[in-house]
């Protein structure tokens, strides 16, 4: 079954700190990759998104993943992080097949302090 | 983007009763839903995938019989938590995907229905 691991569960840096958060998933077909960012309270926004072209994807508020596919990693990074980073942030895969399930990683929990 | 509601945001009930959260798209039609639980300090686990007419698909572990998904139209979307006890007490998501996100798999999230069993 397919999954995908986050290995750092609680990070804490302190502001202007560059940020590199990993994610490694096991299936071996063609996959769509996401990270999404949870705010204290808040729902789950989409923070950038890999489908295919160019591995090094930008997405809002400064973030960046590159998507290294023999390594099977999608890592997020920042390279000046903020006090309004301080979230939880999930990686997410899916298989290109019928169903598109999303699978999440256990979440990466980021506090970021002044 | 794409906006997707959940009804209601906080539910407590007594135990043994049963609890619907509806997940509604705003503004696209959804022609998949997916149901997710997420337990505190965890990640999201998916509970099954609904399509509009037709039966959804659990995940393993999941009992349907205990947890009723209707999708009836192409906007909505419902959970039932059936006979409810406090093991069940979870953050319920909803997700939606759209016809534009049928070869990306890119969802929609719901603001989550946080039900407490008591």
């Known amino acids: ?114 | 983007g794409a906006v997707v509601s959940q009804h209601p945001s906080w539910v407590i009930c007594k135990s043994g009763t049963s609890v619907k959260i509806e997940c509604r798209s705003l503004d696209f039609q959804a022609t998949t839903m997916f149901w997710y639980r997420q337990f505190p300090k965890q990640s999201l686990m998916l509970m099954a995938t609904s399509n509009e007419g037709s039966k959804a698909t659990y995940e393993q572990g999941v009992e349907k019989d205990k947890f009723l998904i209707n999708h009836a139209s192409l906007t909505l979307s419902t959970l039932t938590v059936t006979s409810a006890h406090p093991e069940d007490s979870s953050f319920y998501i909803c997700s939606a995907r759209g016809l534009a996100g049928v070869h990306t798999g890119e969802l929609f999230f719901g603001e989550g229905s946080r039900l407490t069993v008591l």
């Open chain 1, 1 to 114: 079954a397919q999954s995908v691991s986050q290995h750092n569960h609680h990070v804490i840096l302190s502001e202007a700190a560059s940020l590199e958060l990993g994610c490694n998933y096991s299936y071996g077909g063609t996959v769509n990759l996401f990270w999404y960012v949870q705010y204290p309270g808040q729902h789950l926004q989409l923070l950038l998104k890999y489908f295919s072209g160019d591995p090094l994807v930008k997405g809002i508020k400064g973030f960046e993943a590159e998507f290294i596919k023999s390594k099977f990693s999608f890592n997020l990074r920042k390279p000046s992080v903020q006090w309004s980073d301080t979230a939880e942030y999930f990686c997410a895969v899916n298989e290109m097949d019928s169903s598109y399930k999303l699978i999440f990683g256990s979440g990466t929990r980021l506090l970021v302090r002044p």
